[in-house]
């Protein structure tokens, strides 16, 4: 389920002429045993409302006074949440002569044309407040305060995310707060300026719209309506006219393929970092440590210490939390079990929550191998809102690549694995261009659809969680860098950048002459170190015929300009990245 929650405002929308009809009374009573959770965001103060309207006990949290009081009908426990209204600004306004003048909490409410009253007594007195204008109404608040601030304190108090809300509502001061809502509508007798907003007009006026919105929720959590929204579409390049290719930011399953050194990660990152300026949360499950420094999230797990699945469930319980799930210490073997264990308690999780909204499996085919052992996954039929990233689909389990509506192919082989993905899919293979696609570039296949070649930009965050684990941290025994020699005489290991230098400047010249010959710098630089740039270097030294010490120094000053490596590496290990 989507949209777990419905936000509804009160006066013009529930409310005609303060009075919510049965059959609305009704709906929202509909919303509640679907598991839904109910909000009502209003202008009114709570006692005024409580006169109006006698079921605030079908909703978990009301947001009243236009965001400055939050009350939990359940425990009857009302909480202030701005500062309390300046009793001298009331007296001023008394003074003045405004009426009518309501004083809740946090609000002081008149109608028009008393705004120029009101006005020149915040000025005169120096206060800090805000007025909003609603219908006529004159609504005066501590700055920063409206109804996207009050829902935003509901939401957390329930661990909901906005990105899992439907808002319905019909006046200037509902503004802010459907903004904030994954779904925004208006019932028909809303003002233009909300209608011109929101995402979807209900047909009916005041409680006949929202029970509209109600039966279209419950017959199909929206899925007809939001499906056709552009704004739940995120782009991840553009084609070859311009025009922005897109992946759906809820509902399906994409898989990403390429060799390293194609742009995978560049692609997948990109699509992440979209993800997460959307405000979706994510949980990365992350097999070879490539996101030890997750700056945008909570890493968990390293090649010492293997994630507690209470930990995992713990951090994702806050909406706003993003995690990097690390497998470095688990055995290889062990991978698939593991994450099988995982993925029951993600899924569970998100029957009644909604999140984590999207489930990111980098190296996916380390933990959803393509053989099949006893304790093999059994993987959800209905399972959605999943990124596979792998270097072939063949890799990876069937079923799991048969998940995928849309692919992404990135590299020389694009063409490859489409007709790969097609096969394993049984689907009719696509057209597909007869050109090798370019360096930067990559194929998009959705089911049912044509092929679409499209340009992958850069990401706005530099990979410096590749930079700084490969400059000065510990890749591991089976993807270090081992000096060995023409006859296999050494045996010395570099596990980051920083020791590789160390010992390319002590080893003999044959021993270097002898790795480089071989492209070995080539294949460490491009396969675990995952620097195109710096792989393409080594390989030009590969054909020129250089002295050793020649050679060794042109690729020592290429990492040591990409990576800063410190002038006391040698001594204290360390090293900066760029």
């Given at each position: 389920?989507?949209?777990?929650a419905l936000?509804v405002?009160?006066?013009g929308t529930?409310?005609l002429?303060g009075?919510?009809d049965d059959?609305t009374?009704?709906?929202l009573?509909?919303v509640?045993?679907?598991?839904?959770?109910?909000?009502?965001?209003?202008?009114?103060?709570?006692d005024d409302?409580r006169?109006?309207f006698?079921?605030?006990?079908?909703?978990?949290?009301?947001?009243?006074?236009?965001?400055?009081l939050?009350f939990?009908?359940?425990r009857?426990e009302?909480t202030?949440l701005s500062?309390?209204?300046?009793e001298?600004f009331?007296?001023?306004?008394?003074r003045?002569?405004v009426?009518p003048?309501?004083?809740?909490e946090?609000?002081?409410s008149?109608?028009?044309p008393n705004?120029?009253a009101?006005?020149?007594?915040?000025?005169d007195?120096?206060?800090?407040?805000q007025?909003?204008?609603?219908?006529?109404?004159v609504?005066?608040l501590?700055s920063?305060?409206n109804k996207?601030s009050?829902l935003?304190q509901?939401l957390?108090?329930?661990?909901?995310?906005p990105r899992n809300?439907?808002?319905i509502g019909?006046?200037e001061n509902?503004?802010?707060?459907?903004?904030a809502?994954?779904?925004?509508?208006?019932?028909?007798?809303?003002?233009?300026?909300?209608k011109e907003?929101?995402?979807?007009?209900t047909r009916?006026d005041h409680g006949?719209g929202?029970r509209?919105?109600?039966?279209?929720?419950?017959?199909?959590?929206?899925s007809n309506?939001s499906r056709r929204?552009?704004?739940h579409?995120?782009?991840?390049g553009?084609d070859?006219?311009?025009r922005?290719v897109?992946?759906?930011?809820?509902?399906?399953?994409?898989?990403?393929?390429?060799?390293?050194?194609?742009?995978?990660?560049t692609?997948?990152k990109?699509f992440?970092e979209?993800?997460?300026?959307?405000?979706y949360?994510?949980?990365?499950?992350?097999p070879e440590?490539?996101y030890e420094?997750?700056?945008e999230g909570?890493?968990?797990g390293?090649r010492?210490?293997?994630?507690k699945?209470?930990?995992?469930?713990?951090?994702?319980?806050?909406?706003?939390a993003n995690?990097?799930?690390?497998?470095?210490?688990v055995?290889?073997a062990?991978?698939?079990q593991f994450f099988s264990?995982?993925?029951?308690?993600?899924?569970e999780?998100?029957?009644t929550?909604?999140?984590p909204?999207?489930?990111?499996?980098?190296?996916?085919h380390?933990?959803?191998?393509?053989a099949?052992?006893p304790e093999?996954?059994a993987?959800?039929?209905?399972?959605r809102?999943?990124?596979?990233i792998?270097?072939?689909p063949?890799?990876?389990?069937p079923e799991a690549?048969?998940?995928a509506s849309t692919?992404?192919a990135?590299?020389?082989a694009?063409q490859?694995?489409?007709i790969e993905f097609a096969?394993?899919?049984?689907q009719?293979q696509p057209?597909l261009?007869?050109?090798k696609?370019p360096?930067?570039?990559?194929?998009?296949?959705r089911?049912?659809?044509?092929?679409?070649?499209?340009t992958?930009?850069?990401?706005?965050l530099?990979?410096r969680?590749h930079?700084?684990?490969y400059?000065?941290?510990?890749?591991?025994?089976?993807?270090?860098f081992?000096?060995?020699?023409?006859?296999?005489?050494l045996?010395?290991?570099?596990?980051?950048l920083?020791?590789?230098?160390?010992l390319?400047e002590?080893?003999?010249?044959?021993?270097?002459?002898?790795?480089?010959?071989?492209?070995?710098?080539t294949?460490?630089?491009?396969?675990?170190?995952?620097?195109e740039?710096?792989?393409k270097t080594?390989e030009g030294?590969?054909?020129r015929?250089l002295?050793p010490?020649?050679?060794?120094?042109?690729?020592?000053?290429?990492?040591?300009?990409?990576?800063t490596?410190s002038?006391?590496?040698?001594?204290?290990?360390?090293?900066?990245?760029k």
């Amino acid at each position: 389920m989507r949209y777990m929650a419905l936000a509804v405002d009160f006066d013009g929308t529930i409310a005609l002429d303060g009075r919510v009809d049965d059959p609305t009374r009704a709906a929202l009573e509909s919303v509640r045993r679907t598991g839904r959770r109910l909000l009502l965001v209003t202008g009114r103060q709570l006692d005024d409302l409580r006169q109006a309207f006698d079921r605030l006990d079908l909703f978990d949290f009301v947001v009243a006074e236009n965001g400055a009081l939050l009350f939990e009908p359940a425990r009857n426990e009302k909480t202030l949440l701005s500062p309390p209204i300046d009793e001298r600004f009331v007296a001023e306004l008394q003074r003045r002569g405004v009426r009518p003048l309501a004083v809740g909490e946090g609000i002081v409410s008149t109608w028009e044309p008393n705004e120029k009253a009101v006005l020149d007594a915040i000025r005169d007195i120096g206060l800090e407040l805000q007025v909003i204008f609603n219908k006529g109404a004159v609504m005066v608040l501590p700055s920063g305060t409206n109804k996207a601030s009050g829902l935003a304190q509901a939401l957390q108090r329930l661990e909901l995310s906005p990105r899992n809300l439907v808002g319905i509502g019909d006046a200037e001061n509902d503004q802010a707060f459907l903004r904030a809502c994954e779904f925004s509508a208006a019932v028909e007798n809303a003002v233009p300026a909300v209608k011109e907003q929101v995402d979807f007009v209900t047909r009916g006026d005041h409680g006949l719209g929202v029970r509209q919105l109600i039966d279209a929720l419950l017959e199909d959590d929206l899925s007809n309506l939001s499906r056709r929204l552009e704004r739940h579409f995120l782009p991840i390049g553009q084609d070859t006219r311009g025009r922005p290719v897109t992946l759906p930011a809820y509902g399906e399953n994409v898989l990403f393929a390429g060799a390293s050194g194609s742009g995978k990660s560049t692609l997948a990152k990109g699509f992440v970092e979209r993800l997460i300026e959307r405000g979706y949360q994510l949980c990365i499950i992350d097999p070879e440590g490539d996101y030890e420094e997750f700056e945008e999230g909570v890493v968990l797990g390293d090649r010492h210490s293997v994630p507690k699945l209470d930990e995992i469930l713990q951090i994702l319980k806050d909406p706003t939390a993003n995690l990097a799930v690390s497998l470095l210490g688990v055995p290889l073997a062990d991978r698939p079990q593991f994450f099988s264990t995982i993925l029951a308690s993600l899924v569970e999780m998100r029957a009644t929550s909604g999140r984590p909204h999207w489930l990111v499996l980098d190296e996916a085919h380390h933990i959803l191998p393509a053989a099949r052992g006893p304790e093999s996954i059994a993987w959800p039929a209905q399972l959605r809102n999943v990124l596979f990233i792998t270097v072939e689909p063949g890799t990876m389990m069937p079923e799991a690549v048969q998940a995928a509506s849309t692919v992404c192919a990135v590299g020389e082989a694009a063409q490859d694995v489409l007709i790969e993905f097609a096969r394993i899919t049984g689907q009719k293979q696509p057209s597909l261009p007869k050109r090798k696609v370019p360096v930067g570039d990559a194929l998009a296949w959705r089911r049912g659809a044509g092929v679409q070649r499209f340009t992958v930009p850069p990401t706005r965050l530099m990979h410096r969680r590749h930079r700084r684990k490969y400059a000065q941290g510990d890749v591991g025994p089976d993807q270090s860098f081992y000096f060995r020699g023409p006859k296999g005489r050494l045996n010395l290991r570099a596990q980051n950048l920083v020791l590789f230098t160390q010992l390319a400047e002590g080893v003999d010249d044959e021993t270097w002459t002898y790795h480089l010959r071989r492209g070995d710098y080539t294949a460490w630089l491009r396969d675990v170190v995952k620097d195109e740039e710096l792989a393409k270097t080594a390989e030009g030294l590969e054909k020129r015929q250089l002295p050793p010490k020649r050679s060794r120094d042109i690729l020592i000053d290429a990492i040591g300009s990409r990576y800063t490596l410190s002038s006391t590496s040698s001594t204290d290990g360390s090293a900066g990245a760029k």
